[in-house]
C-alpha cells in the first residue's frame, strides 16, 4: 500500500523558516518526481514545487510566489522528500500536502503568525 | 503559465441524477509524446485529495465507473452519470504538461 506521510508543521513567526518532510512507502520512491501542494484555509489547491527524479536530473520547479525562498530535495536511500521553506510570510499559512506519482499525502498544517 | 477555468463553482445535484463539470485551458495539454495531462480530484470533506481520473479518461484504480472524464486539447469534461451521497466535495481538475496548475474548483453538494 502506497503511504505518504507529511510532519516538520507547526506555528512559525514571519521571517524565520521551517522543513517539511514527506515519508514514502509502497513504490519505489527514487522513480518518481515528489511534489509539494499547498491548500491555504478555506481555499483551492496551488502547486508550490517538484523535484523531478535522479533519472531526470534531480532539478526542482518552484511556484512564483515561492521561487527564492523554498527549495526541495529528496533522499532517495530513505524515501524522503523535503521542503525547507525560509523567509515565511503569512501568505504561506496553508496545509503542505506531498504527491508521489498519482498519490498524496495527508498533509501537515503550517501556520506563520506572530 | 497556464491557467485552467472551471465551471460551475458550484452544483447541487439530487441523488441518482447526473452532473458535469467543465475545465478549460488556456493552452493545450496535448505533449508530443501524445498523451494528454490533464487529471481530475475529488477532495471530500476533511480530506486530502484523491485522484479519479488520469489523462483525460482514465479512471483510476478503484474509481467507480459512474466516473468519466472526456475532451481534448484545451477543453475537458468530468461527468457523474448518477451522484451518490458519498460523491460530495470539491472536485478539481489539474494540468502537469507545464510544470502544475489547479482549477479554481467545483463543490458538488446533494439536494
Known amino acids: 500500500e502506497v503511504q505518504l506521510v507529511e510532519s516538520g508543521g507547526g506555528l512559525v513567526q514571519p521571517g524565520r523558516s521551517l522543513r517539511l518532510s514527506c515519508t514514502a512507502s509502497?513504490?519505489?520512491?527514487?522513480?518518481?518526481?515528489m511534489s509539494w501542494v499547498r491548500q491555504a484555509p478555506g481555499k483551492g489547491l496551488e502547486w508550490v514545487g517538484f523535484i523531478r527524479s535522479k533519472a531526470y536530473g534531480g532539478t526542482t520547479e518552484f511556484a512564483a510566489s515561492v521561487k527564492g525562498r523554498f527549495t526541495i530535495s529528496r533522499d532517495d536511500s530513505k524515501s524522503i522528500a523535503y521542503l525547507q521553506m525560509n523567509s515565511l510570510k503569512t501568505e504561506d499559512t496553508a496545509v503542505y500536502y506531498c504527491?508521489?506519482?498519482?498519490?498524496w499525502g495527508q498533509g501537515t498544517l503550517v501556520t506563520v503568525s506572530s | 503559465d497556464i491557467v485552467m477555468t472551471q465551471t460551475p463553482l458550484s452544483l447541487s445535484v439530487t441523488p441518482g441524477q447526473p452532473a458535469s463539470i467543465s475545465c478549460k485551458s488556456s493552452?493545450?495539454?496535448?505533449?508530443?509524446?501524445?498523451?494528454?495531462?490533464l487529471y481530475w480530484y475529488l477532495q471530500k470533506p476533511g480530506q486530502s485529495p484523491q485522484l479519479l481520473i488520469y489523462e483525460v479518461s482514465n479512471r483510476f484504480s478503484g474509481v467507480p465507473d459512474r466516473f468519466s472524464g472526456s475532451g481534448s486539447g484545451t477543453d475537458f469534461t468530468l461527468k457523474i452519470s448518477r451522484v451518490e451521497a458519498e460523491d460530495v466535495g470539491v472536485y478539481y481538475c489539474m494540468q502537469s504538461i507545464q510544470l502544475l496548475t489547479f482549477g479554481g474548483g467545483t463543490k458538488v453538494e446533494i439536494k
Open positions: 504527491i508521489g506519482g498519482y498519490h
Open positions: 493552452q493545450s495539454l496535448l505533449h508530443s509524446d501524445g498523451k494528454t495531462y
Open positions: 509502497g513504490f519505489t520512491f527514487g522513480d518518481y518526481a
